[in-house]
């Protein structure tokens, strides 16, 4: 297990030690393309990864060999309930992020939650016939995986598959993040305190949420974020390959000032650095 996982075990966080993850991995090609070159760049050192994509098997294998000769990258699970991927194994969970939690805002349903297990043990198994192994984190597509039902389906998993790395909690931890952080702020100290209830770790530091606007000045909420970090923690970053849509403008930027070294010097201004 990575010196990061042992540290969030309960061993002291290394002062100024951050993770850098990009989300997304294996989503399509392109920013499965972009994200291996930023972590063999020394951008990043973590990834999470979506394996119901039609190119899973060979993206996997290909990140797989990749973290296997760079020491200290660290792979996670991005559970999905919110995006129709090729091999999503059950469509009727698919919905947008604003319908999960609705849900979450009414009585729990066990047929649900049930569903949403066997839909996260497929993606787990998909995750290691495709990398070879278990994931050193898990966390959520659109942090699905902080809500209610979601948050059981896997707290079950983890104890069925023996789990023993971390988990994402995604409370911002310079206050920032407007409307989307005041979502999920609450949900996220609710499953910080049940994984530690379980002794399941998780980052002890957060930041990286965006609007996903073009407009927004990412280095300045990089280094808000970074400053806030003062015990470490994770920056989610969302690197990928252009389009024409807002989103994947906002994806090809980060990927741009990542690869310039832009966020390294914003690391370096904080007197942090990647970890371990």
């Known amino acids: 297990m990575p010196d990061t996982a042992k540290a969030l075990r309960g061993e002291p966080w290394t002062p100024g030690l951050i993770v850098v993850c990009a989300d997304d991995y294996g989503a399509e090609d392109k920013t499965s393309a972009v ?33 296997a ?9 991005h559970l999905n309930l ?16 604003a319908v999960h939690l609705a849900q979450a805002l009414l009585p729990a349903s066990a047929a649900r939650e049930q569903r949403i297990g066997l839909a996260f043990r497929a993606q787990w198994d ?3 016939a495709g990398f070879g192994r278990p994931p050193d984190f898990i966390d959520g597509h659109e942090h699905v995986h902080l809500f209610i039902g979601p948050r ?23 206050g920032r ?32 949420l965006r609007r996903f606007d073009p407009r927004e000045d990412v280095e300045a909420l990089w280094r808000g974020d970074v400053a806030a970090m003062g015990a470490g923690g994770l920056l989610m970053v969302h690197p990928g390959g252009d389009d024409d849509s807002s989103a994947g403008r906002c994806r090809a930027q980060e990927a741009s000032l990542l ?18």
Do not use: Y
């Open 82 to 97: 919110t995006e129709r991927l090729a091999h999503v194994a059950d469509p009727g969970m698919i919905s947008p992020i």
């Open 35 to 67: 994200i291996r070159d930023l972590v063999g760049r020394g951008r990043l050192n973590a990834a999470t990864c979506l394996v119901e994509g039609g190119g899973w098997a060979e993206e996997g294998s290909r990140l797989a060999a990749l973290a």
């Open 126 to 128: 998909r995750f290691v």
């Open 259 to 276: 690869a310039e070294g832009r966020l390294a010097a914003v690391l370096a201004g904080q007197r942090a650095k990647l970890g371990p």
């Open 69 to 77: 000769a760079t020491p200290g990258v660290q792979v996670g699970l």
């Open 152 to 174: 059981r389906a896997l707290f079950r998993l983890a104890r069925d598959v023996g789990f023993s790395g971390w988990m994402r909690q995604c409370e911002t931890t310079s």
């Open 177 to 208: 993040g407007g409307l989307k952080g005041r979502v999920l702020d609450p949900f996220s100290r609710a499953f910080r305190r049940e994984a530690t209830a379980r002794d399941l770790p998780t980052n002890p530091a957060f930041g990286g």
